[in-house]
Antibody, heavy 120, light 113 residues
């Protein structure tokens, strides 16, 4: 069965960086885009971008350009999301998600989430 | 960016009654070349990741009970729970994947009356 397993919770100071991993299993890693979505405490869902695990190509919304980098390691079927210059309002649960169909943008499978807390 | 607006923000429905959630996009999410609406609905329970219920506006995901249905086209969409069960208490989000940045509605909280 399809599984996405994320790395554990992180506590970071303002100005630092965080890198969250998402290890997938149960399907061929390079066949489906991986998206990252975050959710601040008590708030809604915010899309952070996607990575094409086959080519390494990425797409980030303007809000995160220059601060977010999505990468992958195909040898271990793992995607990564790094966010730099952290601020307190980056405190959120970060999810990786796999598209439900290849080439479609709805998220059929989700990781369990990684809480990133930014605090001095 | 396409703005997704859900209504209401919350609703309380008696067990066994119908719940209806609306989602309006600021521009059409219907792709004319394939006649598909790039609209999904998710359910999120506390402490859990979202779970897709409906995609392509009206296709129910595998294993989703048939009391959940999606309808609409273009800019106006509806998620209907035909007979609310206790396990349906959750926040529901619509999402457009027509273009980037992908955007979500603000969420609708469904509770038992």
């Amino acid at each position: 069965q399809v599984q996405l397993v994320q790395s554990g919770a992180e506590v970071k100071k303002p100005g630092a960086s965080v890198k969250v991993s998402c290890k997938v299993s149960g399907y061929t890693f390079i066949d489906y885009y991986i998206h990252w979505v975050r959710q601040a405490p008590g708030q809604g869902l915010e899309w952070m971008g996607w990575i094409n695990p086959n080519s390494g190509g990425t797409n980030y919304p303007q809000k995160f350009q220059g601060r977010v980098t999505m990468t992958r390691d195909t040898s271990i079927s793992t995607a990564y999301m790094e966010l730099t210059r952290l601020r307190s309002d980056d405190t959120a649960v970060y999810y990786c998600a796999r598209e439900g169909e290849s080439g479609a943008g709805y998220k059929g499978y989700w990781g369990q989430g990684t809480l990133v807390t930014v605090s001095s | 960016d396409i703005v997704m607006t859900q209504s209401p923000d919350s609703l309380a429905v008696s067990l066994g009654e119908r719940a209806t959630i609306n989602c309006k996009s600021s521009q059409s999410v219907l792709y004319s070349s394939n006649n598909k609406n790039y609209l999904a609905w998710y359910q999120q329970k506390p402490g859990q990741p979202p779970k897709v219920l409906i995609y392509w506006a009206s296709t129910r995901d595998s294993g989703v009970p048939d009391r959940f249905s999606g309808s609409g086209s273009g800019t106006d969409f509806t998620l209907t729970i035909s007979s609310l069960q206790a396990e349906d208490v959750a926040v529901y989000y619509c999402q457009q994947y027509y273009n980037t940045p992908q955007t979500f509605g603000q969420g609708t909280k469904v509770e038992i009356k």
